[in-house]
């Protein structure tokens, strides 16, 4: 059974960090391509990063590159998301998915979700 279990959010102030954890099991590792997506009530689902299981290649919402970092450590099956200097528009539940994506950080094409994890941060 293919799972995907987020953990690492919550509450923090404008300037600060977080570092979200996405653990995986289920699948082989290098075999998909892991992203992280986000949020808002009333909104689409956003991409904000991916990363390419077999070969670390990363990939990043274009506004968010610089601020968020991708990476995974393969032999435990995670992927983390290293957020800095967070604002109060970056607040959003937070997924992450595994697929075989075309279109890189288009939630649709993903096959699998965790259950999210909310990020707050305030002003």
């Known amino acids: 059974e293919v799972q995907l279990v987020e953990s690492g959010g919550g509450l923090v102030q404008a300037g600060g960090s977080l570092r979200l954890s996405c653990a995986a099991s289920?699948?082989?590792?290098?075999?998909?391509?892991i992203g992280w997506f986000r949020q808002v009530p009333g909104k689409e689902r956003e991409g904000v990063s991916c990363i390419v299981g077999s070969n670390h290649m990363t990939y990043y919402a274009t506004s968010l590159k610089g601020r968020f970092t991708i990476s995974s450590d393969n032999a435990k099956n995670t992927v983390y998301l290293q957020m800095n200097s967070l604002k109060p528009e970056d607040t959003a539940v937070y997924y992450c998915?595994?697929?075989?994506?075309?279109?890189?950080?288009?939630?649709?094409?993903?096959?699998?979700w965790g259950q999210g994890t909310q990020v707050t941060v305030s002003s």
């Open positions: 998915a595994a697929g075989n994506p075309r279109l890189l950080l288009h939630r649709r094409e993903y096959d699998y």
């Open positions: 289920g699948f082989l590792f290098d075999d998909y391509v």
